[in-house]
């Protein structure tokens, strides 16, 4: 299987993409990880990479597109994959199906409140980055981490005001993607606001 993992932050993409990694053997291609090994591995590629990056710079779309061409080169791939944070642009897809035929594009969809009560939840330790969830994952103590004993912080991006603004620019960026696949026959909706074991159990009866 072939599979593009579409979904807002907080939907979960990675949890459920790691269970599904493990169930079928698919590999996990997220842009992220492949640009950073690309810069540890100083590649002609990744050391372009690095000095776009340096300057500050967005990385542009041909680039990323020759690194995730190259990726899908590989052997491992042999019993499939998941595209994890790419294709974000209809360039970018275009560019996909002119190397590569996806079977299936999965659509992660939670309610925005939803999304906003876990990310908002989140609690990092000041001292060793330990992360706590108010919910899920209280610290034994209020604010205080249970392994340093540090004192817990919010991440600006997780303060409800910038969760919001967030998911507004997901949104924009992804709806013409949505209706991309949706024309195409490849798209397939999944409820991610239950359990991770029964989101992943959806995703695997989709196929
Ligand atoms: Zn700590």
Same mark, same amino acid.
């Given at each position: 299987m072939k599979l593009i993992f579409l979904g807002p932050p907080g939907a979960g993409k990675g949890t459920i993409a790691k269970i599904i990694v493990k169930e079928k053997g698919f590999a996990h291609i997220s842009t992220g990880d492949? @640009?950073?090994?690309?810069?540890?591995?100083?590649?002609?590629? =990744? *050391?372009? *990479?690095? #000095? &776009?990056?340096?300057? =500050?710079?967005?990385?542009?779309?041909?680039?990323? +597109?020759?690194? *995730?061409? $190259?990726?899908?080169?590989?052997?491992? &791939?042999?019993? =499939?994959?998941?595209? %994890? =944070?790419?294709?974000?642009?209809?360039?970018?897809?275009?560019?996909?199906? #002119? @190397?590569?035929? &996806? %079977?299936?594009?999965?659509? @992660? $969809? +939670?309610? %925005?409140?939803?999304?906003?009560?876990?990310?908002?939840g989140r609690r990092l330790c000041k001292e060793c980055g330990e992360g706590f969830h108010t919910k899920f994952m209280p610290p034994k103590v209020e604010n205080v981490c249970d392994k340093c004993n540090g004192e817990l912080y919010i991440r600006k991006d997780d303060q409800p005001e910038s969760i919001k603004n967030r998911l507004v620019v997901y949104e924009k960026s992804t709806q013409p993607l949505i209706d991309y696949y949706k024309d195409k026959g490849l798209l397939v909706n999944i409820d991610a606001s239950g359990k991770p074991e029964d989101v992943s159990k959806s995703v695997l009866e989709s196929f």
């Open positions: 492949l @640009f950073r090994a690309a810069i540890k591995n100083q590649t002609e590629l =990744g *050391v372009k *990479v690095k #000095s &776009i990056i340096d300057a =500050g710079d967005l990385v542009p779309d041909e680039l990323t +597109i020759a690194l *995730v061409k $190259e990726r899908l080169n590989q052997d491992d &791939i042999a019993d =499939g994959f998941i595209l %994890d =944070g790419f294709p974000r642009t209809i360039a970018q897809a275009d560019a996909l199906a #002119s @190397f590569c035929e &996806i %079977d299936s594009v999965i659509n @992660f $969809e +939670i309610e %925005d409140e939803k999304i906003i009560q876990r990310l908002s």
